[in-house]
C-alpha cells in the first residue's frame, strides 16, 4: 500500500502562480514525487471547477509523449 503525503506547500506555491501565464516546471531527483504533485494539483483545479480538457501534463519519460522531445511537435502539441 503506498502511502500519499500531501505536500500543501508545494501545492500553495503551483497555486500561487496558476494565473500566471507561464508554463510551470517541476524539477527534481527520479521517483521524489513530481508526478504525484502534479496529480494533486490537477485534483485540486478539477475541484474548483477546472475541466479536464484545460489541463495539460505532459511527463516526457512516458513513451506516448516521446515525439514531444522535439520543441516544434511540443509547441503545436500545446
Excluded: P
Excluded at 11 to 27: A, D, F, G, N, P
Excluded at 62 to 78: A, G, I, P, W
Amino acid at each position: 500500500m503506498n502511502k500519499l503525503i500531501e505536500r500543501k506547500a508545494y501545492l500553495e506555491q503551483l497555486s500561487m502562480w496558476r494565473e500566471e501565464e507561464m508554463i510551470k516546471v517541476v524539477t527534481g531527483v527520479r521517483r521524489c514525487g513530481k508526478s504525484t504533485l502534479f496529480d494533486l494539483f490537477i485534483d485540486k483545479l478539477k475541484a474548483e471547477g477546472i475541466k479536464e480538457e484545460q489541463i495539460i501534463f505532459i511527463n516526457l519519460e512516458d513513451q506516448d509523449f516521446s515525439e514531444l522531445l522535439d520543441y516544434k511537435k511540443l509547441h503545436d502539441y500545446v
